[in-house]
């Protein structure tokens, strides 16, 4: 069984569109998101450098639309559950949900991105009310590491699992962090991330984006959708939107998501472009799982192998 997921924020790098848009159609398909959103994601994906992509406003509509593309580029059919390789279940990373309710047809692409450029920029402004921001501890035990990082007024924002969390808060919470790191822990690492996000420090932005929800109407999953908030499945549209507006000021637990996906059943996993994040940690916690990471066009023979060695007929 197949899982097709998509990364979150600070998976982004300068010009990384650029290979993608060689590929027939996707620089039209580009064109037109940008026109919808008031965005040039052209630019962005392609001669932005790192500080302009870094910003939150611009990194998140930028990353659901290199997972859209490179997801079309692969030609696995993401909205149409019964059409022969549809994925077994499908997930997102932070931000990254917003792709995959395209990819489970909740919402169509141009919803999603006009969706999800309304929460880059109200979590843009909710970032610039207090300096904040995230940093990702390798290795450790979550039972020493989680109560660590409450003591010092951290978040563990992100549990990702494979001996990864992501804590987040204020800079100098995260100075203290660099300084006093929980027992076991090998390094802390500053993400490429605008605030201290899907913590409290977001909780302006969940109010317009519950207003912005109300004007879509989304369909059920044609797809199992499994939530980041408790890995999950959820059976409706209504309840997949309203996580989206939820998770943002909520911590990320990819951790029980991969216990979904081998609960499941799973036997491959493919991340859309920007991959390789994700990858990274099933390889370590989903030992057996083959993974294939889209990170330009050259990756795609490889993963539309695996696509025919995973899916149904």
């Not at 037109?32 to 910003?55: F, M, N, P, Q």
């Not at 290199?66 to 997930?91: E, I, N, R």
């Not at 309304?118 to 035990?141: K, N, V, Y």
Request: charge should be negative; hydrophobic fraction near 50%.
């Amino acid at each position: 069984m197949l899982v097709l997921v998509a990364p979150g924020q600070g998976a982004q790098t300068p010009g990384f569109l650029t290979p993608w848009l060689e590929l027939p159609g996707t620089a039209d398909r580009l064109a037109a998101w940008s026109d919808a959103i008031g965005l040039d994601l052209v630019h962005y994906g392609t001669k932005a450098d790192a500080d302009e992509i870094r910003d939150t406003a611009v990194a998140q509509p930028l990353l659901v639309a290199a997972g859209l593309l490179s997801a079309a580029a692969l030609g696995t059919p993401t909205s149409a559950a019964a059409a022969a390789g549809s994925p077994g279940a499908v997930a997102g990373h932070s931000v990254g949900e917003f792709t995959a309710a395209a990819f489970a047809g909740v919402l169509d692409d141009t919803a999603a991105l006009r969706l999800v450029r309304t929460r880059g920029l109200a979590m843009a402004e909710a970032a610039a009310i207090a300096p904040t921001g995230m940093s990702a501890l390798l290795g450790g035990d979550p039972e020493v590491t989680v109560p660590h990082l409450e003591k010092l007024g951290l978040t563990p924002a992100n549990v990702n699992g494979a001996g990864q969390i992501v804590a987040a808060g204020t800079l100098e919470q995260l100075a203290a962090l660099e300084a006093d790191k929980p027992e076991g822990v090998r390094r802390v690492v500053p993400l490429k991330v605008a605030g201290a996000f899907h913590t409290h420090h977001m909780a302006p932005a969940v109010a317009t984006l519950e207003q912005a929800a109300q004007e879509l109407s989304p369909a059920d999953p044609t797809v199992p959708y499994v939530s980041n908030k408790d890995g999950q499945t959820v059976a409706t549209g209504a309840e997949v939107l309203a996580r989206l507006v939820g998770q943002v000021a909520n911590p990320v637990r990819w951790d029980l998501c991969m216990e979904t996906f081998q609960a499941l059943g799973a036997t491959a996993l493919i991340e859309v472009c920007p991959g390789g994040t994700l990858t990274g940690l099933a390889k370590r916690a989903l030992p057996g799982v083959a993974t294939v990471a889209l990170k330009t066009p050259d990756d795609l023979d490889a993963a539309r192998t695996l696509v025919a060695e995973h899916t149904a007929v």
